[in-house]
């Protein structure tokens, strides 16, 4: 019999920008651990360099999820700890990270969260809109035609609701929302924690005028107000 206990997958926050924004535990964690599993390694490095962290690093994404998480689960099963990390911000939203932690849940392998830094939270504690209850929604659909069925889907949420969205699609988006949701107040928070970090609030067409006007570039959080009327100070 195989005495052997599994070790820990720690799920761990990094910065999403500025590289101070890392916890104690945090980087004490990918110190310690044995291996860890980085979306991008040679974004993770610059990190690693910052906090002098030599821990092995090995690349977990998208396009190895489903090979490469049977190897770090095996590597778990025989004792090994390992620290999973995305590019920036918390791992498992919006990123690979949630297959392998489901694969562990369903192995038995302990799982421990290292809580931090995520882009959604950041961008809707300045952005003037409510925070009492909220919809993330991550990445809508690429295609104009799933993405207007999803906003259709989404029209009556009162709720503040929360997307990603990558600077090449913002604008189109932005229409989107407008012919689909009428002019309510929006907030687009762009790199957040950078040296360029852009927090732009207004009605829907007073963004899209602004984002007209320039080429967008950067992380992208967009924040919409809910269907439910709210009195406004802007």
């Known amino acids: 019999m195989d005495d052997t206990k599994p070790g820990f997958l720690y799920i761990v926050s990094t910065p999403i920008g500025h590289l101070e924004d890392i916890t104690l535990r945090a980087v004490r964690v990918l110190k310690e651990v044995h291996l860890v599993a980085a979306e991008d390694t040679r974004h993770t490095q610059k990190l690693f360099n910052h906090y002098q962290i030599h821990t092995p690093l090995t690349s977990y994404h998208d396009h190895n999820k489903e090979e490469k998480t049977e190897v770090l689960v095996q590597r778990l099963k025989e004792g090994h700890s390992i620290a999973l990390v995305t590019d920036a911000g918390t791992p498992g939203v919006s990123d690979p990270g949630y297959y392998l932690i489901n694969r562990c849940i369903q192995a038995g392998i302990p799982l421990s969260p290292v809580p931090g830094p995520s882009a959604f939270l950041a961008a809707l504690t300045v952005s003037g809109l409510p925070t009492d209850a909220f919809l993330f929604e991550g990445f809508l659909p690429k295609k104009r035609?799933?993405?207007?069925?999803?906003?259709?889907a989404l029209k009556d949420e009162?709720?503040?609701?929360?997307f990603y969205e990558s600077p090449h699609r913002l604008v189109r988006c932005l229409h989107d929302l407008y012919e689909t949701w009428g002019d309510r107040r929006a907030v687009v928070a762009r790199e957040l924690t950078k040296m360029f970090e852009e927090i732009i609030r207004g009605r829907l067409s007073q963004i899209i005028a602004k984002m007209e006007s320039g080429s967008v570039r950067g992380e992208i959080t967009l924040i919409i107000e809910g269907c439910r009327p709210l009195s406004s100070m802007w």
């Open 145 to 152: 035609s799933g993405r207007l069925k999803h906003l259709q």
């Open 158 to 162: 009162p709720r503040t609701i929360i």
